[in-house]
C-alpha cells in the first residue's frame, strides 16, 4: 500500500465533526446508493457513537456509527478508497468501543453485497432478505 492511500480512524463527535460526516454519507448514500434525504439522517445520529477515516490531509473519507442498542450502520467508504482496509478499520474500532463500553450484543443491517465484508469480521446472517430503502438486506449478529 503506497503513502497515497495512508489513512487514519478517530471517534468523531455529531457536532463538531457534523461536515465531514455527512460529507461522506451524503456521497455514499445520498447521491451513490439513491437513499431519500429523509431516511439517511434519523434520530440516532445526535445519539450515537460516529467513527471517521481521513485521508494523510485530514479529508474525510469514510463513516460507520455504533448505537447504545448495539446497531452498527452508515458504514460508508468512498468510492476510491474501497478495497483498501479503510472499512476493516472502522469497523474493528467500532468492535473495541463496544468492548470497552459494554455495548453489545451487537448487530446490523447487511446489504447484500457486503455480506462478505461483515462476514470476514465475524458476523453471520440471521432471518430472510427485507427491503430498507428500497436496498435489499438482511440482518447480521456478532456471536
Ligand atoms: C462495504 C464497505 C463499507 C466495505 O469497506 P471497504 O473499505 O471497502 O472494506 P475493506 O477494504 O476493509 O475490506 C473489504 C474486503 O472486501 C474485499 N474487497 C476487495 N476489493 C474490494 C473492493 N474494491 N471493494 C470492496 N471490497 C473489496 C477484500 O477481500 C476485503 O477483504 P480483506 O480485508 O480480506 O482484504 C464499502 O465497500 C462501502 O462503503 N460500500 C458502499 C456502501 C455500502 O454498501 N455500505 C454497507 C452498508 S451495509
Redesign the pocket.
Given at each position: 500500500m503506497g503513502v497515497g492511500y495512508t489513512f487514519s480512524v478517530r471517534l468523531a463527535d455529531w457536532e463538531g465533526d457534523r461536515k465531514a460526516l455527512e460529507f461522506v454519507r451524503r456521497k455514499?448514500f445520498i447521491e451513490e446508493?439513491s437513499v431519500p434525504e429523509a431516511l439517511e439522517w434519523d434520530d440516532q445520529d445526535p445519539l450515537a457513537l460516529h467513527l471517521l477515516a481521513l485521508d494523510a490531509d485530514g479529508n474525510p473519507i469514510?463513516t460507520g456509527r455504533l448505537t447504545s442498542g448495539g446497531q452498527i450502520g452508515r458504514?460508508?467508504?468512498l468510492p476510491k478508497?474501497?478495497?483498501?482496509?479503510?472499512?476493516?478499520?472502522i469497523l474493528r474500532r467500532i468492535l473495541q468501543l463496544a468492548n470497552e463500553r459494554g455495548i453489545g450484543p451487537l448487530f446490523?443491517?447487511?446489504?447484500l453485497?457486503?455480506i462478505?465484508?461483515y462476514e470476514?469480521h465475524g458476523f453471520c446472517v440471521q432471518g430472510e432478505e427485507f427491503s430498507d430503502a428500497g436496498i435489499p438486506h438482511r440482518k447480521m449478529w456478532l456471536e
Open positions: 455514499v446508493q469514510a458504514m460508508g467508504v478508497w474501497r478495497g483498501r482496509g479503510v472499512g476493516g478499520g446490523l443491517h447487511a446489504q453485497t457486503a462478505p465484508f470476514k
